[in-house]
């Protein structure tokens, strides 16, 4: 087999750079400019209902599109469906997982920058500030790999929506995913403690772990070839 030209992507990292640049999209643009349209507050539960909404819609439009548009709505793909959605967590896994959390402790020797801010932001910030501590480690684990589960989940669910031509399934990502975000916000906006929106997330993904696991081991595994028959 004739080697791949020098500098050539492998076609099985396409997929992901791919599901890594989705996220990026959704999340760096779609998601501030659908707050900044709209005018959402920065608590209060305004904030909690339409962040976690647009947060499902920027995202699970942004993987079908991206998914329609890459040619991997195709049950033949599922080899590159996967890598997409892989990309996709990881590059959310060192976003949300590291880089915000960087940036929040690195606030936190700033006080005065945080005071700068808006009032009802610097009250978010202050809040998700007030939460660091010994636990942050523990919490910042049990959210990023619940998140993990959650977009692999999301991932699988919007490729058998695009592979299978039932944008109903689309829908229900969006409302699925918007719901999952809506403890996150609340603790943003001061309704929940942090340990309980995080423990909340470690049931989930205790429950949605196995299940997402067969879909994709499933989706992955060779169709059995048909057993010969006699003429």
């Known amino acids: 087999m004739a080697a791949p030209p020098a500098g050539a992507v492998n076609p099985r990292i396409r997929p992901a750079l791919l599901g890594a640049a989705t996220f990026a999209l ?15 507050p920065a608590s209060g539960a305004l904030f909690v209902l339409g962040g976690a909404l647009i947060a499902g819609l ?11 548009w890459g040619r991997l709505g195709d049950l033949a793909a599922a080899q590159r469906a996967f890598a997409f ?16 959390p960087l940036q929040l402790m690195h606030l ?25 501590g010994a636990l942050t480690p523990l919490w910042l684990l049990i959210e990023r790999t619940g998140a993990a589960v959650a977009q692999m989940g999301f991932g699988w669910l ?3 929506a695009i592979a299978h031509r039932r944008l109903a399934w689309v829908g229900g990502a969006i409302a ?20 309980a929106v995080e423990l909340l997330y470690l049931g989930i993904a205790l429950l949605a772990a196995p299940r997402v696991v067969r879909a994709w081991r499933a989706a992955l595994s060779p169709a059995p070839a048909p057993a010969a028959t006699s003429g």
Do not use: N
Not at 27 to 40: D, E, Q, S, V
Not at 60 to 68: I, K, Q, T, V, Y
Not at 85 to 99: H, N, P, Q, R
């Open 85 to 100: 959605a892989v990309g996709y967590a990881l590059t959310e896994a060192v976003l949300v997982g590291v880089i915000a």
């Open 158 to 160: 919007v490729w058998q």
């Open 108 to 132: 936190a020797e700033q006080p005065a920058v945080v005071a700068s801010l808006p009032a009802a932001q610097r009250e978010a910030v202050e809040r998700q500030i007030a939460a660091i």
């Open 176 to 195: 699925l995913h918007a719901a999952i975000d809506v403890p996150a916000a609340g603790f943003q906006s001061g309704w929940w403690p942090l340990w």
């Open 58 to 68: 920027s995202e699970e439009l942004a993987r079908a599109g991206a998914l329609r």
């Open 26 to 40: 959704a999340t760096l643009l779609l998601k501030p400019l659908a707050h900044t349209a709209i005018g959402l």
